[in-house]
Structure formats: structure tokens, C-alpha cells
């Protein structure tokens, strides 16, 4: 549905030049490949600045890539300009998370926008936005104005303003980074409804974890312009492949070790320590005294430092940081029968033994 190909976008600084003199530009993309299926809810996420709203400002063409080719619905959007860009791109959606709501305009009116630009008969643009109205919960509200909404009954509006033109595809840039986190949630259930409902393809950026957590189905990290990392958003949540995957984990899950023993962790091994790790347990792993098993079995003494249990979507991770604590001999061995089983081990460090 959405598929971007060697995409990238470079911008010149209007009045800044490099030491040959030439104008100095920034790369915000860097030769991006990227696949979105129909009927998906994608997320991308990534710090500030890593390149996530130039991304999905390039899938509509409102910024036009430098090179690469973007297609949506089956067409290169990047082989057409003028007015067949424009038909194009009625087939695309996108909210914002300023809401871009006219002041002066009652609910059912902003909602009826693009439709007037498009031509439609007042009698068809009413048939089209009645209806919209009651999938997002405003029916009541149609003659109201933005000024007598709340942030999330603005975003409800923009939500349907967007769905008026029947796209195949919505664009969502940080739609909720502007509400609390009940508002957040509800706005979620209502575009995971409109997925289900509609069919519609749904390419989500934020740099909130919470949000992939509760509606993607596939999530891509983006960093410095370039996509580092693209994953399943269970296989992502249970073990990222990157450093920076795995910081935005702990972030998210609050899952370190106490300071005390952060400044106490050693990078390298030895017989006068032992190793300190952080494991994720998912599927079976979950319900499996592992833990027990490991302690009686390979002969170490296991302290648990932190535990937690998190539900993403349909998937149970159990994630836990913890000191195995035996001669060297035996501690490798526990490491083994750890990574033998159905979990992710990442050993933090080593910490002096007591003993």
C-alpha cells in the first residue's frame, strides 16, 4: 500500500555556505526503503530531530523527495505533479498534532472542507459527513465550534476531515502528542476502530513507546535519517536489535539496575566477579520456572534485582534484571542455559564478588 524506495531529502540552508563556499545543506533522509502492507497500522518512532515527520510529509509529497521513488495504493505519487498529484492524493489522509482546525468554522463545516474543494453537491457533502460525525463520537457537536471543543473532540474533528475523502491511507504526525494520556488513549481506540472498520492503512509517527505499544502492528526506528531498525512490535518489545531500540525500551519500561550498582559494574569479566543481566521472557518462557530451574541446575545463587510483566497487544513480556552469583565456571554456564531457552539475555556488566 505504501512503499518508499531509496528515498532521500536534503535541504539547502538559504544563506549558509560551507568553507569552499557552496551552499551547506543537511541530509534529513538518507535512502530509505520502507513497505507499509494494506490494512496496516505502521509506527515510526525516533528522537527529535531523527527525521520521522520529514518521512511521512515525503509519503503525500508535501515535501518532495531528492531522490528515490514513493508509491502509494499502487501509484508512484513521485512520477506526478500538478493536478493528477492532487487526485492522488484525495486518497490520503493525515492529521496533525495541532489539529489545523478553521476557527471560524462550525465542526460539520471543517469537516466538509475538502469536500467543497472538491466540488461535491451540498446534498452528497451531507450524506458524506453525517455519518463520519457519528463514527467519531460528534454527531452532537456539529454546530459547534473549535473553540468549544475539548484537545480530543479537535482531534475527533480532524480525524473525520481526514476520512471525508475516503483514503486508502491516514498519516498521522505526533496526533497525540498534544493530549493527556486518558485523551491519548481514547483517540488510539478510535483509530484502531477506523482500521478495523474501514480497512484503512494507517502509517503512524511518535516518539511516545505507549503509542506503538497500544495500536501498531509493525514499528520502524528511525535515527539520524536513516531507518536502523524495523520489526514485528511484539519482537521489537521482547528484544531490539539496536542500541537504540534498547534504550528506547528501558525508557519506556523503567527497567535499570539501582544506581548503586550501575556505578559498581565492571565491562569485563573475571574470576573475582559475576555477571549482572537483563532478560525478556516471552511466549512459553513467561510461565516457565526457568529461574528455579537455572539456580538448581547449574549451581548459582540467582538475586533479582527488578521484575515486571507488560501486555503487548496479543504477547506477554516478562522482563528481569538480575546478579547470578557462583564460581566463573558456573556462572557461564548459566549464561548458556539462559540463551538455550526461548528469552533475550543482555549482560549489563559484572560486579565485584562478596565473597
Known amino acids: 500500500m505504501i512503499r518508499l524506495h531509496n528515498v532521500s531529502k536534503t535541504y539547502t540552508l538559504k544563506g549558509r555556505r560551507d568553507d569552499n563556499g557552496s551552499?551547506?545543506?543537511?541530509?534529513?533522509?538518507?535512502?530509505?526503503?520502507?513497505?507499509v502492507p494494506a490494512g496496516r497500522i505502521h509506527?515510526?518512532?525516533?528522537?527529535?530531530?531523527?527525521?520521522?515527520?520529514?518521512?511521512?510529509?515525503?509519503?503525500?509529497?508535501?515535501?518532495?523527495?531528492?531522490?528515490?521513488?514513493?508509491?502509494v495504493n499502487g501509484q508512484e505519487l513521485t512520477a506526478l505533479s500538478g493536478p493528477a498529484l492532487n487526485e492522488a492524493r484525495h486518497g490520503i489522509g493525515m492529521i496533525f498534532q495541532h489539529f489545523n482546525l478553521l476557527t471560524n468554522r462550525t465542526v460539520f463545516a471543517n469537516v466538509a472542507l475538502p469536500l467543497e474543494l472538491m466540488g461535491m453537491p451540498r446534498s452528497a457533502i451531507r450524506e458524506r459527513v453525517t455519518p463520519l460525525l457519528e463514527l467519531v463520537g460528534l454527531d452532537d457537536k456539529a454546530s459547534q465550534y473549535p473553540a468549544q471543543l475539548s484537545g480530543?473532540?479537535?482531534?475527533?474533528?480532524?480525524?473525520?476531515?481526514?476520512?471525508?475523502s475516503r483514503p486508502k491511507v491516514l498519516l498521522c504526525d505526533e496526533a497525540t502528542s498534544a493530549l493527556d494520556p486518558q485523551t491519548t488513549?481514547?483517540?488510539?481506540?478510535?483509530?484502531?476502530?477506523?482500521n478495523h472498520k474501514l480497512g484503512l492503512?494507517?502509517?503512524?509517527?511518535?516518539?511516545?513507546?505507549?503509542?506503538?505499544?497500544?495500536?501498531?502492528?509493525?514499528?520502524?526506528?528511525?535515527?539520524d535519517g536513516e531507518l536502523v531498525e524495523e520489526a514485528e512490535v511484539g519482537d521489537f518489545f521482547t528484544a531490539p536489535q539496536t542500541r537504540l531500540g534498547r534504550d528506547f525500551l528501558n525508557d519506556f519500561l523503567k527497567l535499570?539496575?539501582?544506581?548503586?550498582l550501575i556505578d559498581r559494574l565492571e565491562d569485563t569479566p573475571s574470576r573475582n566477579n559475576h555477571p549482572v543481566v537483563r532478560l525478556a521472557f516471552s511466549g512459553d518462557a513467561v510461565s516457565t520456572p526457568l529461574i528455579s530451574r537455572l539456580a538448581r541446575e547449574c549451581s548459582v545463587d540467582v538475586s533479582i534485582l527488578q521484575a515486571k510483566v507488560e501486555s503487548?497487544?496479543?504477547?506477554t513480556l516478562g522482563l528481569m534484571i538480575a546478579e547470578l552469583m557462583g564460581t566463573p565456571d558456573k556462572t557461564r554456564e548459566a549464561l548458556d542455559y539462559l540463551e538455550s531457552h526461548d528469552l533475550h539475555v543482555e549482560v549489563l556488566g559484572h560486579v565485584q564478588r562478596n565473597d
Open 23 to 35: 551552499p551547506r545543506t543537511i541530509q534529513a533522509l538518507k535512502h530509505i526503503d520502507f513497505h
Open 43 to 71: 509506527g515510526v518512532i525516533g528522537l527529535s530531530g531523527a527525521g520521522k515527520s520529514t518521512l511521512i510529509r515525503c509519503v503525500n509529497l508535501l515535501e518532495r523527495p531528492t531522490t528515490g521513488t514513493v508509491t
Open 201 to 223: 492503512t494507517i502509517l503512524l509517527i511518535t516518539h511516545e513507546m505507549e503509542v506503538v505499544k497500544s495500536i501498531c502492528h509493525r514499528v520502524s526506528l528511525i535515527s
Open 152 to 164: 480530543g473532540q479537535k482531534q475527533r474533528v480532524a480525524i473525520a476531515r481526514a476520512l471525508a
Open 185 to 194: 488513549a481514547s483517540i488510539l481506540a478510535l483509530l484502531r476502530d477506523i
Open 312 to 315: 503487548i497487544q496479543e504477547r
Open 256 to 260: 535499570e539496575p539501582p544506581r548503586a
